[in-house]
């Protein structure tokens, strides 16, 4: 799904996990994913515990995929968002480009604060991987002046 993988710097990770900690604690989710559409994790928050997240993440995007079919049947583009509430905890998934926001809630929490905490997140986090994927790096990293003729030149 995606053209081109997503390459994160270690404090761009942390900002991430940052933006996610606190829409955890703004929303009062008990566990807060990013994962791209291709149902790669990117990053995580929260009570985590015993639940399979690459399985969580993997059906996330599965789920997206699938709804996004419906949505083109009937006209749309795709479904911006998802939720599903179940007896005792429920998930959100809002789609962000190419990533998606899946957030598991509980009782301590609503749809409606989730969906409102979740839609002011989504504007931070597009531009964050905007930037990222413009490539907005420092070039103090040790790789930075490393080009494809220099990596061939070990190899041969």
Do not use: C, W
């Not at 994160?8 to 703004?26: F, G, N, P, S, T």
Request: aromatic share 6%; glycine share 8%.
């Amino acid at each position: 799904m995606a053209d081109t993988p997503i390459l994160l710097r270690e404090q761009q990770y942390h900002q991430i996990k940052a933006v996610l900690a606190r829409l955890r604690m703004d929303s009062s989710a008990k566990v807060v994913f990013l994962v791209d559409k291709d149902g790669q994790e990117i990053a995580s928050q929260g009570e985590v515990g015993n639940l399979d997240t690459t399985s969580l993440a993997s059906l996330a995007a599965g789920n997206v995929a699938a709804t996004g079919g419906m949505a083109q049947l009937i006209g749309e583009k795709e479904f911006p968002t998802l939720s599903h509430e179940g007896e005792k905890e429920s998930i959100h998934i809002s789609v962000i480009g190419r990533l998606l926001l899946v957030i598991v809630f509980d009782d301590r929490s609503s749809l409606g604060l989730v969906k409102l905490r979740s839609k002011q997140v989504s504007h931070q986090l597009a531009t964050m991987f905007e930037e990222i994927a413009a490539g907005d790096f420092d070039d103090d990293s040790p790789f930075a002046g490393i080009t494809d003729e220099d990596i061939d030149s070990l190899f041969s």
